[in-house]
């Protein structure tokens, strides 16, 4: 047989199906794989169901159906004062993952450098490769995942086109600062590039933050791409509605590739985000809360079993250094084994964080998702508890601070 591409050859099963298999097959509790288990809001459901069983069936829009268009630019003058012309401006994705795949194959030609941080959703890298694209790598780090001025001015270079920011950061939960911000506005700015912008997490932050787009940035307006996700903006996961929003002649070139990979996504799904995006504050600041109130559940369940959790400022995620879970498992020789022996041994799915670094250094930390319902949380607590008990009863608890 010939040889299948390359890049993707190259690839092994992504770490969020791994986990969610071995779950499965452990018939352990999945705080891996990053989706709430709720059900969704009622009424988008109900729209949705309506406008499949009522409306029209075929092919929508190449770019969007109107009415989602102009919900997204409503929705980006309402929460960042952004005004948007949503018949140059706005298209709709298959998810934000076609976005981000839309936006790399539209722009970036054999011989350009994207600048990624790490840690990144496994996405990126292979879809920068196979766009034609060198990845530059930001390592970001624990406790706080500051962004350092040398290090990414260190990443820039002649043949820089873009930068591929996620903000909020999964799985850091970490929200970049104004200063952040700013220095990669500049940097971008002075490299005459472009920055792809995956904010899914734009309407999950906590602690009274506000989420602030770089495109919102003096000079980003005509450099950036704005995606977002009904996804994770109305907890339906598995509808894979994303929508970008740029500047003409970006949207343009993005649009060019998006009609070739998917064309369009279904119109039913469409209708109902648009009506989801028309909600009022409320619906918005209410999922921020809710999410909130379930990462201190999580946070507040580990920290009885004297397990520290690092600082969530936003997104699904709470991050935990192993070495400080109390179960000894000192064999377990990364991140990775040690995610693998607690989903089969202690009932518990986690994400090893090793799996968003390409150059990661000897990483100890996992990522637990704590978008689930109580009982779950309190479940995983409990399972937990009992494997943090064990080990100190045989003696097994490790002392040494993360
Ligand atoms: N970007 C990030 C940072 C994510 O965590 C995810 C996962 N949901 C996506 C993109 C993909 O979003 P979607 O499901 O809308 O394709
Ligand atoms: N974004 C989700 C996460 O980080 C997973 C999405 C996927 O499974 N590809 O866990």
């Known amino acids: 047989m010939r040889q299948a591409n390359r890049t993707f050859g190259a690839l092994g099963t992504s770490v969020f199906e791994t986990?969610?298999?071995?779950?499965?097959?452990?018939?352990?509790?999945n705080l891996g794989q990053g989706f709430p288990d709720?059900?969704?809001?009622?009424?988008?459901?109900?729209?949705?169901?309506?406008?499949?069983?009522?409306?029209?069936?075929?092919?929508?829009?190449?770019?969007?159906?109107?009415?989602?268009?102009?919900?997204?630019?409503?929705?980006?003058?309402?929460?960042?004062?952004?005004?948007v012309d949503w018949e140059r401006e706005v298209m709709v994705?298959?998810?934000?993952?076609?976005?981000?795949?839309?936006?790399?194959?539209?722009?970036?030609?054999?011989?350009?450098?994207?600048?990624?941080?790490?840690?990144?959703y496994d996405a990126y890298a292979p879809m920068v490769r196979r766009a034609g694209g060198t990845p530059r790598w930001v390592n970001l780090y624990p406790p706080d995942w500051s962004l350092d001025r040398r290090a990414l001015?260190?990443?820039?270079?002649?043949?820089?086109k873009a930068v591929l920011l996620n903000n909020p950061l999964n799985p850091a939960a970490k929200v970049f600062t104004a200063e952040e911000l700013a220095l990669i506005a500049e940097l971008v700015d002075g490299a005459d590039a472009y920055a792809i912008c995956d904010e899914v997490y734009?309407?999950?932050?906590?602690?009274?933050?506000?989420?602030?787009?770089?495109?919102?940035?003096?000079?980003?307006?005509?450099?950036?791409?704005?995606?977002?996700?009904?996804?994770?903006?109305?907890?339906?996961?598995?509808?894979?509605?994303?929508?970008v929003t740029a500047a003409p002649p970006l949207l343009a070139a993005?649009?060019?590739?998006?009609?070739?990979?998917?064309?369009?996504?279904?119109?039913?799904?469409?209708?109902?985000?648009?009506?989801?995006?028309?909600?009022?504050?409320?619906?918005?600041?209410?999922?921020?809360?809710?999410?909130?109130?379930?990462?201190?559940?999580?946070?507040?369940?580990?920290?009885?079993?004297?397990?520290?959790?690092?600082?969530?400022?936003?997104?699904?995620f709470l991050n935990v250094?192993?070495?400080?879970?109390?179960?000894?498992?000192?064999?377990?020789?990364?991140?990775?084994?040690?995610?693998?022996r607690l989903t089969a041994e202690a009932g518990v799915a986690a994400i090893p964080l090793s799996a968003f670094y390409e150059e990661a250094p000897d990483f100890d930390h996992i990522r637990f998702c704590f978008a689930k319902q109580d009982a779950v949380l309190a479940g995983a607590v409990e399972r937990l508890g009992r494997k943090v008990r064990g080990a100190a009863a045989a003696g097994e608890r490790i002392t040494r601070p993360p």
Request: charged residues 20%; hydrophobic residues 45%; proline residues 6%.
């Open 153 to 160: 001015e260190a990443a820039f270079s002649p043949r820089t």
């Open 202 to 243: 734009e309407h999950l932050v906590f602690d009274g933050r506000r989420h602030v787009p770089l495109i919102t940035l003096p000079g980003m307006r005509e450099r950036c791409l704005k995606i977002g996700s009904a996804g994770k903006t109305f907890s339906l996961t598995g509808w894979k509605v994303g929508y």
């Open 321 to 340: 250094d192993r070495r400080a879970m109390g179960l000894g498992w000192n064999d377990a020789a990364d991140d990775v084994a040690f995610a693998m």
């Open 93 to 120: 994705t298959s998810g934000a993952t076609e976005a981000l795949t839309a936006a790399l194959l539209g722009l970036i030609e054999p011989g350009d450098e994207v600048v990624l941080f790490a840690p990144a």
């Open 254 to 316: 993005v649009a060019k590739a998006h009609q070739f990979i998917v064309f369009t996504t279904p119109p039913n799904l469409q209708t109902a985000v648009a009506y989801g995006l028309g909600q009022p504050d409320a619906y918005f600041s209410g999922l921020a809360a809710e999410m909130e109130r379930r990462r201190g559940k999580l946070a507040e369940g580990l920290a009885e079993l004297g397990i520290p959790s690092l600082p969530c400022q936003g997104t699904y």
């Open 19 to 29: 986990m969610s298999r071995l779950a499965r097959q452990h018939e352990a509790i």
């Open 38 to 83: 709720d059900r969704g809001a009622p009424d988008v459901l109900a729209k949705a169901a309506e406008a499949l069983l009522t409306g029209w069936n075929q092919y929508p829009p190449m770019l969007g159906l109107p009415e989602l268009r102009q919900a997204v630019a409503r929705h980006e003058q309402r929460f960042y004062g952004l005004a």
